[in-house]
């Protein structure tokens, strides 16, 4: 069922609200008031029963949706530690002043995004990506790479070596010339035992590698 009241906070006599104490050009205070809230309410509402128990403003929920995304928080992360912590949270959130305590359960956003389901999901990017207009229609998208991680190989001595008797093997094979060993099974277990040489079983053979 959904809430018959929107998220209202008790206030104290001329308390200023948390619209009045952040700063208004804060990126989340901005998104705050680019977001048409009332169309999330109007496209999830068909979601909820009319009977039962009055649930979670949509509202609320939606707005912790995208946070949990924006930052990239799990559920338990932003409802039990982030969202008291952060006042711009809870302006977005669309609360007046500052609260105590958690605003749902964990769980709460994981019944949220089921009832909501893959299109009410698509319906939040969506709406995200209007609000970009021109810049959301575009069909180049700049990624940072520089942390990502690399499929990347060290070359080790180890690996070198390896890679050298792989190399004679081949051309061997190739010239069709007699080979007495191929030493592949050597220079794999050569390599398996450079992997992690300061373990206490391998600490003993890495010293002897190391020697020679």
């Not at 979670?56 to 928080?73: D, E």
């Not at 319906?123 to 575009?138: E, P, Y």
């Not at 070198?160 to 051309?171: F, G, Q, T, W």
Request: hydrophobic share 30%; net charge positive; with cysteine.
């Amino acid at each position: 069922m959904t809430s018959k009241k929107g998220v209202t906070n008790q206030m104290g006599f001329l308390a200023p609200t948390l619209k009045e104490q952040l700063n208004p050009k804060q990126e989340l205070y901005l998104l705050s008031q680019a977001i048409k809230w009332e169309y999330f309410e109007n496209e999830f509402e068909q979601y909820y029963s009319k009977e039962g128990r009055p649930a979670h403003p949509i509202r609320l929920m939606t707005s912790l949706l995208i946070l949990k995304h924006l930052y990239g928080l799990s559920d338990e992360g932003l409802v039990e530690q982030q969202w008291e912590m952060n006042p711009y949270f809870q302006y977005f959130s669309g609360m007046k002043t500052v609260q105590w305590g958690q605003p749902c359960a964990a769980s709460d956003l994981v019944h949220f995004r089921k009832r909501i389901g893959k299109q009410g999901v698509e319906k939040i990017l969506k709406h995200s990506v209007d609000l970009h207009r021109k810049d959301g229609q575009d069909k180049h998208t700049s990624i940072e790479t520089t942390v990502q991680e690399k499929n990347i190989t060290y070359p080790t001595d180890a690996k070198l070596h390896k890679r050298i008797i792989e190399k004679c093997v081949a051309i061997l094979k190739k010239e069709q010339l007699p080979l007495r060993r191929s030493y592949s099974r050597t220079a794999k277990n050569l390599v398996r035992a450079t992997y992690n040489g300061g373990h206490p079983k391998r600490i003993k053979k890495q010293h002897l590698l190391d020697a020679n």
